[in-house]
């Protein structure tokens, strides 16, 4: 994208869409391992890391994965308000994206998902305990005998009722980029499923 097509609203939403469709596909973009952040128990905010999962331009939906018994799970259902942060170095453009959040567990969004995650992965939701409970020692949580290595499909399976898949479903955008010549910035709304633009300052 050219600096003169950073003023096009349209080509910069495009832009915008390719961007987070290559982030889901390449691991060593930028909006890879977006900021995913929302309110916790105290009422206060938490954020962490994610890896982008999927993006659906139609619905402009994002989903990430995670475990069913992690606390952002638990927050989330009491309240779905979300904000995902995404940066990428080469293209100088960072994204807030406001976004409500579903949970799904044990449905077939998840089934699809599942059937795609690789054993390696499918081992991050084999851990005994719930993620973030307390423990006497340094440990992953999961069991002995899955020491370094992958669980067979089989050995997977038990992870399956904890694997979640969350949708999240973006309600505005905050594009800005920051380039010598001038940064600019964007504010997309939506009405139904048509952007709205409006340009800020920076
Ligand atoms: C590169 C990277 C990718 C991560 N991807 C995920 C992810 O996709 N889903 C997830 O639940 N946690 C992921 N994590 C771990 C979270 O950042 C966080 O530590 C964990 O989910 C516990 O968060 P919680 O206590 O708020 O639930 C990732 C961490 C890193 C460093």
Known sequence: M?????????????????????????????????IFSNIDKE??????????????????????????RSPKVHNLKKNNKSLFVFYDQKLKIQLRIKTSSTIN?????????????????????????????ITNQPEDGIHESLKGK??????????????????????????LYLSASGHRRLIISFKDINPIFDWVIP
């Open 150 to 175: 992958e669980p067979t499909k089989k050995e997977s399976e038990k992870g399956y009722k904890n694997f979640t898949v969350i949708e999240n479903h973006i309600m505005l955008i905050d594009w």
């Open 105 to 133: 567990n044990q449905n077939n969004i998840c089934k699809d998902m599942w059937e795609n995650t690789k054993l390696y992965s499918r081992k991050c939701y084999l851990t005994l305990k719930s993620p973030s409970s």
């Open 2 to 34: 050219s600096t003169s097509s950073k003023e096009n609203t349209y080509e910069i939403f495009e832009d915008i869409k390719k961007n987070l469709n290559r982030g889901v596909k390449d691991r060593s973009h930028g909006y890879h391992t977006p």
């Open 43 to 68: 009422n206060s905010i938490d954020s962490r890391i994610v890896v982008l999962r999927k993006f659906d331009p139609k619905k402009m939906v994002l989903n990430f994965h995670t475990d069913f």
